[in-house]
């Protein structure tokens, strides 16, 4: 009956929420409608604005305009004018004086002709600012029912309905919730009822077990709801999930108040152990056994970790053809998080060998084979490959330190071939010292350590495959030359060769 209960508070409880989330949604679209319709009168009254204020303009122009043509219009008017009593009285003196009447009769009537073109001219420009005006004025009109003008009242139309719309369908909606809340509430209600009427006749079934008898039937009851309290207690405690493990929740799958069902719930990571898994390539695996000690470099927090490898997976991944390493890490600080990217490297001495460039080494029939400068000459020398990667090999018989070697161009030599060595400069990528056979970095399965080189400590890679210098040391230096070759015209480049550790 309590577990009944229960279910019945919480859909009312759900059944409320619902509410509460339907009336927020609801207001928040109602509120986006209104901010809709501001902005569509805005628009419209703006573009209201912009047409009046148009023609207000054109109209202003075309008053300017008037008023100019009328006062240099007049003006003209009365110079005629002045001209034509001019000519009268000019005329009337040669009648009385019996001057030349005929010339003071041209002057009269031109300038009399004059004066009725300018006076023409006027009346025409009147006329065509009145055919102005009337057309300004239906500018206006024209302005005042423009598509601009029609568009933003279709607009503020079109905001007015879905702000309708929008407090209809909330309405409705709210009433939905309501009508479920209020199902809900008397569902509580009639359990409530059901459970009193059990306590009553529990409370009933007691009075009636005064006697020894109705004693013992009440202990056999007692007994029975014990079990059923037991077994209730059992499932509530299956309610409670517990991690197997202890760490830090990275993500959570299941929002709260959804159902999980069989799908996972929450992803914990473990920090204790920290566990590195690296890929370490076919060639050095064989170096890797539990309990070794590694140096293991974070680049995000540029910071390296002790510590020692825990399994070697003996199986290979098909897609990096290399083996995963797991290695167990020092972290008292707790700096490390999960999926941070690392290098690792073996902590062993190793032992001292010559590694070259890997594009140096020529595969012949003869076996493998590089070229050097000696005297003057590119001679060719059988070389035994130790440890190889990708971009380095070690080179175990065949070389001494100080050998000046060929690393371009020595495709086209060929032995004893004459060969004159230029100006000397730093090399881009010769033999350095290095872990060549005595280590193997982890991360991206590039091999390498510590080592003396020819011009101090260096190292054959760093997990990333590039030649640098090694902690406290420098790159490097070698002798490249261009050397002209008596067959082909070969111009090879040379280093001298460094011994590492």
Avoid: C
Avoid at 48 to 71: F, G, H, K, R
Avoid at 156 to 178: D, H
Avoid at 388 to 411: A, P, R, Y
Avoid at 467 to 484: L, N, V
């Amino acid at each position: 009956m309590k577990r009944r209960l229960m279910i019945r508070k919480n859909a009312v409880a759900t059944a409320q929420i619902q509410l509460n989330n339907a009336l927020a949604a609801q207001q928040n679209s109602i509120e986006s409608a209104k901010q809709d319709v501001a902005s569509a009168e805005a628009s419209f009254s703006k573009s209201q604005a912009d047409a009046a204020n148009a023609v207000t303009i054109a109209q202003t122009n075309l008053n300017s305009q008037l008023d100019s043509l009328l006062t240099t219009q007049t003006n003209n008017i009365d110079s005629y004018t002045l001209a034509v009593q001019q000519a009268v009285v000019g005329y009337n003196a040669a009648m009385q004086n019996g001057g030349d009447t005929s010339t003071a009769m041209n002057k009269l009537q031109s300038a009399q002709l004059q004066l009725q073109q300018a006076q023409q001219a006027q009346y025409k420009d009147t006329q065509s600012a009145q055919n102005s005006l009337t057309n300004l004025q239906n500018a206006l009109l024209s302005a005042q029912s423009s598509q601009s003008v029609q568009v933003a009242q279709e607009t503020l139309n079109s905001a007015l309905l879905k702000l309708a719309s929008t407090q209809s369908s909330a309405a409705a909606q709210i009433e939905q919730n309501r009508q479920q809340l209020a199902q809900a509430q008397s569902g509580q209600q009639l359990a409530l009822n059901s459970a009193q009427a059990s306590l009553d006749q529990s409370k009933q079934s007691v009075n009636n077990a005064s006697s020894t008898e109705g004693l013992k039937v009440n202990e056999a009851q007692l007994q029975q709801g014990e079990t059923k309290v037991k077994l209730l207690s059992e499932q509530l405690q299956d309610g409670v999930l517990a991690s197997p493990v202890e760490g830090v929740v990275t993500s959570i799958m299941t929002p709260v108040g959804q159902n999980a069902g069989q799908s996972a719930i929450l992803s914990i990571a473990s920090t204790d152990p920290v566990i590195a898994t690296v890929n370490v390539s076919e060639a050095s695996v064989g170096k890797f056994k539990a309990g070794i000690p590694m140096s293991v470099k974070i680049p995000t927090l540029n910071k390296d970790f002790d510590g020692e490898v825990a399994v070697v997976h003996p199986a290979m991944d098909a897609t990096t053809k290399s083996y995963l390493v797991d290695i167990k890490l020092k972290d008292d600080q707790h700096e490390l998080l999960p999926g941070m990217f690392a290098t690792s490297s073996l902590k062993s001495e190793g032992k001292q060998s010559i590694v070259v460039p890997a594009d140096a080494v020529l595969s012949q029939s003869s076996g493998n084979a590089v070229f050097i400068v000696k005297d003057g000459k590119a001679k060719k020398v059988l070389v035994k490959i130790g440890v190889m990667t990708s971009s380095s090999f070690e080179i175990t018989d065949g070389l001494n330190v100080g050998d000046e070697l060929v690393v371009k161009g020595q495709e086209l030599l060929s032995d004893n071939v004459p060969v004159q060595v230029g100006q000397p400069g730093k090399g881009t990528g010769g033999a350095q010292g290095g872990k060549g056979a005595g280590g193997a970095q982890g991360g991206q399965g590039a091999q390498g350590g510590k080592g003396q080189g020819s011009q101090g400590q260096g190292a054959a890679g760093d997990g990333q495959k590039k030649w640098q210098g090694g902690s406290g040391g420098k790159e490097g230096e070698g002798k490249p030359a261009d050397a002209d070759a008596a067959s082909g015209g070969a111009k090879p480049e040379a280093q001298k060769a460094g011994a590492g550790q």
